[in-house]
């Protein structure tokens, strides 16, 4: 009997010597907290333990070393995970090295310090990406045009831009809501911020902005953009000293012919796009499908694009998700019109049914964006004062999975690109 015993534990504690790695799985049945699992990644490489992204694995799994801390933190959080074996482990591994398998092991090194460009007094639910970097557990800092101005930029790894206006257009708000309070009081508030910087306008002061955001990006940075944030951006770049903004914006008229003035050479995603000139108009150019789009609710959805694991790791990392398939989602710049993305930029995720791009990259200097169009992958039609959105009644959203994605990006060790 005590033969017996002794064998048993001999057993026991051979097996959990042998358990060595935590294998957190990210496809639609192994996990039931897609958004959380993020932030154990990220909260994990905060102790400087390394992480493999397994691409294309199970929805794009994360494995780390086994450690009781880690499991109890995954418990905690309601993340699913398997405890497997140095034997399993390699077996995984091996497989996802196979030429024949469209997989990849990345290894995450560190996590990234992520910045969120917003104004101050704005709440987590005000923006998609606040919303769930807070869910997920991932700490980042808030910073505004005085931040941006005086170059602390360089103090991030990652960088979101909140749905910022950078034409000083005030969101072509105008004709809805010139005569509501809190309008007037951002319009205010933005004129003052624009006049204690140094600056006459707010179009002159959002426009070195923008370009101190596109020096950020071409040194080495990851910019994150989503909805008006996006296109707003790159017209503030293509109109770099050209007054597009009429007097109820900035006090004079528009410069005559400003349209032929644009140069398409500087900005980062978007070509060939017109302005829209109309203060009236909820809208800043060509580029947007918003007011184009024909397409029912029931069958919006957008489709991630397959790429090869082992040649191109960026991209893939970036379409990791439990499904291919996402549900489409509306915002002021809710998608992008396909021909005026640059022949240069990625298009990742398209509706080619309405000839619209929602989720593209790109590469500009030494660093990389991501446009994300559309305001909140849960919130189909987000319109100003709604509801939050509850991100606990999503904990798998695949659209809320692709910023994440973007979070974790810049933790990668970095592989030349082959193609």
């Not at 097996?15 to 932030?39: C, F």
């Not at 290894?107 to 310090?113: M, Q, T, Y």
């Not at 809190?182 to 204690?196: N, P």
């Not at 800043?284 to 040649?311: C, G, H, N, Q, V």
Request: glycine share 6%; charged share 25%; with cysteine.
């Amino acid at each position: 009997m005590t033969k017996f015993i002794t064998l048993l534990f001999i057993l026991f504690f051979s097996l959990n010597a042998s358990a060595s790695y935590i294998l957190v799985p990210m496809d639609v049945d192994g996990q039931k907290e897609h958004l959380k699992a993020y932030g154990i990644t990220y909260w994990t490489l905060e102790r400087q333990v390394k992480v493999k992204w397994l691409l294309n694995y199970r929805g794009g799994s994360f494995l780390m070393p086994n450690s009781e801390e880690i499991q109890k933190e995954c418990q905690i959080r309601g993340v699913s995970f398997e405890v497997i074996s140095d034997s399993k482990t390699e077996e995984i591994l091996t497989m996802i090295s196979s030429p024949s398998q469209n997989m990849e092991a990345v290894v995450l090194e560190k996590a990234p310090k992520i910045a969120v460009y917003s104004p101050k007094g704005n709440q987590p639910w005000d923006d998609a990406v606040t919303m769930v970097l807070t869910y997920a557990e991932i700490p980042y800092e808030v910073v505004y045009d005085t931040e941006v101005l005086s170059d602390q930029l360089i103090l991030y790894d990652w960088l979101h831009l909140h749905h910022e206006d950078f034409t000083g257009q005030y969101g072509k708000f105008y004709r809805a809501y010139r005569a509501a309070p809190w309008y007037i009081e951002e319009k205010q508030k933005s004129e003052a911020l624009a006049k204690e910087l140094g600056y006459n306008k707010v179009s002159e002061e959002k426009g070195d902005v923008a370009l101190k955001i596109r020096d950020y990006v071409v040194g080495g940075g990851f910019m994150f953009a989503m909805c008006s944030a996006t296109d707003s951006f790159d017209i503030a770049l293509s109109a770099e000293g050209v007054d597009i903004c009429e007097p109820m914006f900035d006090g004079d008229p528009s410069e005559p012919g400003y349209q032929s003035k644009i140069d398409y050479s500087k900005t980062m995603a978007f070509t060939n796009f017109i302005l829209e000139r109309s203060p009236m108009v909820y809208e800043f150019s060509s580029i947007d499908m918003t007011a184009k789009r024909r397409i029912p609710k029931e069958t919006d959805y957008f489709t991630l694009m397959d790429y090869s694991a082992k040649w191109d790791p960026i991209p893939t990392m970036l379409v990791q998700n439990h499904t291919s398939l996402v549900k489409g989602f509306m915002g002021q710049t809710t998608s992008y019109k396909r021909d005026e993305v640059k022949s240069n930029v990625l298009v990742m995720g398209e509706n080619k049914t309405n000839g619209e791009a929602r989720y593209i990259h790109g590469i500009k200097g030494k660093g990389f964006f991501t446009f994300y169009g559309g305001h909140d992958p849960e919130d189909y039609q987000h319109r100003v004062g709604d509801a939050k959105t509850e991100l606990a009644l999503h904990p798998n959203s695949p659209g809320y999975r692709l910023i994440l994605n973007n979070v974790l990006f810049p933790a990668a060790k970095k592989k030349k690109q082959k193609t």
